[in-house]
């Protein structure tokens, strides 16, 4: 099937810093990247949907400012958490998808401790 | 907003027996997705189901979906302790492109 990686898998950072995970495609063409967000025992929370080229469409309550998302290729989609704080410690997961693929493929997952 | 629900929250179960997991949701759908999540991965597809079909399997998983009750359930045969993890389901309103909205998920513990 298709393989999607996620880079850092853990990063652990200082308040006030920013930090950019990356997802990539790595055997398929990812027209639209999702980007989720998990809290420990919980669901996921699609935080924003990005198309290859064009701005990403942010969900209800999610800061554009703060989570900056790049979709500049095909095979790569960025997600920088810009001055982070500790309430955005969570898990951050990546899926893509094709061109009208009805199936996410997705990434192991960056966990982020903001300390 | 959450679109699906699954229950139960938790499930405990011993090797060898079934698990049934179940999902209601609340809009019309394109078709529903079963996840699995170990703890602290990401998540693996299992099957999916479109709107018109009511029963797909694969393996050890039957899925059913009945639209009319907006539910669907997911079971699990002769469950093996590497079954271990949660499960979502997650629906997709459109057609043509994924856009998928998950559930609480369900925990599965199968002991040896």
């Known amino acids: 099937g298709a393989v999607v990686s996620q880079h850092p898998s853990r990063v652990i950072c200082k308040s006030g810093t920013s930090v950019k995970i990356e997802c990539r495609s790595l055997?398929?063409?990812?027209?639209?990247m999702f980007w989720y967000r998990q809290f420990p025992k919980k669901s996921l929370m699609l935080m924003a949907t990005?198309?290859?080229?064009?701005?990403?469409?942010?969900e209800q309550g999610v800061e554009k400012d703060k989570f900056l998302i790049n979709h500049a290729s095909l095979t790569l989609s960025t997600l920088t958490v810009t001055s982070a704080h500790p309430e955005d410690s969570s898990f951050y997961i990546c899926?893509?998808?094709?061109?009208?693929?009805?199936?996410?493929?997705f990434g192991p997952g960056t966990r982020l401790l903001v300390l | 907003s959450q679109q699906g629900e699954e229950d139960p929250q938790a499930l405990s179960i011993q090797e060898g027996e079934n698990a049934t997991m179940n999902c209601s949701y609340k809009?019309?759908?394109?078709?529903l997705q079963w996840y699995r999540q170990n703890s602290g991965r990401g998540l693996v597809h299992l099957i999916l189901?479109?709107?018109?079909?009511r029963e797909k399997h694969s393996g050890r998983l039957r899925v059913t979906l009945d639209t009319s009750k907006k539910s669907s359930s997911l079971l699990i045969t002769a469950s093996r302790a590497a079954d271990t993890a949660s499960y979502f389901c997650?629906?997709?309103?459109?057609?043509?492109?994924?856009?998928?909205?998950f559930g609480k998920g369900t925990m599965l513990l199968v002991s040896p």
């Open positions: 899926s893509a998808s094709g061109d009208y693929q009805e199936t996410q493929y």
């Open positions: 055997d398929f063409q990812a027209t639209t």
């Open positions: 990005s198309n290859e080229g064009s701005k990403a469409t942010y």
């Open positions: 809009t019309s759908i394109n078709n």
């Open positions: 189901i479109r709107s018109n079909e």
């Open positions: 997650a629906t997709d309103a459109n057609s043509g492109y994924s856009t998928l909205t």
